[in-house]
């Protein structure tokens, strides 16, 4: 029964990782979805096309800078924390940093927070992302990146 079992163990852990490798951003679709993924193949060091992953998330970057839910849509902060921390995984870098950095800095209110894009009102969500995203900009640009 013992041995049984751990067959069946080894068969689902085989096809989970086969799963797992045989993913693609496209498949996945959105930036956070691509981003939990790039960061929990890179913790479990399981192979996967990075190059892939890389291309797509500089390919959703907007031209003011930042990222949306998808390729083509709406820039917002949450999303870029996504977009940055995947790119940081993978050790590369958004296409327009300059703009990334002058987007997240038009979504700083007069109260002294962030809000989720500019004008927008600011909360401690949104302040926390954009904190942390100049921070790996920041990351990226000490690395050379």
Same mark, same amino acid.
């Given at each position: 029964?013992?041995? !049984?079992?751990?067959?069946?163990?080894?068969?689902?852990?085989?096809?989970?990782?086969?799963?797992l490798t045989g993913v693609t951003p496209e498949k996945l679709g959105y930036i956070s979805e691509c981003a939990q993924y790039v960061i929990t193949m890179?913790?479990?060091?399981?192979?996967?096309?990075?190059?892939?992953?890389?291309?797509?998330?500089?390919?959703?970057q907007n031209p003011d800078g930042c990222f949306g839910f998808t390729l083509k849509t709406t820039s917002f902060l949450e999303n870029?924390?996504?977009?940055?921390?995947a790119l940081k995984v993978?050790?590369?870098?958004?296409?327009?940093? !300059?703009?990334?950095?002058?987007f997240i800095y038009s979504c700083l209110t007069k109260s002294g927070g962030f809000g989720?894009?500019?004008?927008?009102?600011?909360?401690? !969500?949104y302040s926390y992302y954009a904190i942390v995203n100049l921070k790996i900009l920041d990351e990226m640009k000490k690395k050379g990146l």
């Open positions: 029964m013992i041995k !049984e079992l751990l067959k069946m163990g080894i068969e689902l852990n085989q096809k989970v990782i086969g799963f890179n913790k479990l060091r399981l192979p996967f096309v990075k190059e892939r992953f890389i291309q797509w998330v500089r390919d959703a870029t924390y996504h977009a940055l921390r993978l050790g590369s870098k958004p296409r327009n940093m !300059e703009n990334c950095e002058r989720r894009q500019s004008n927008t009102v600011p909360t401690l !969500e």
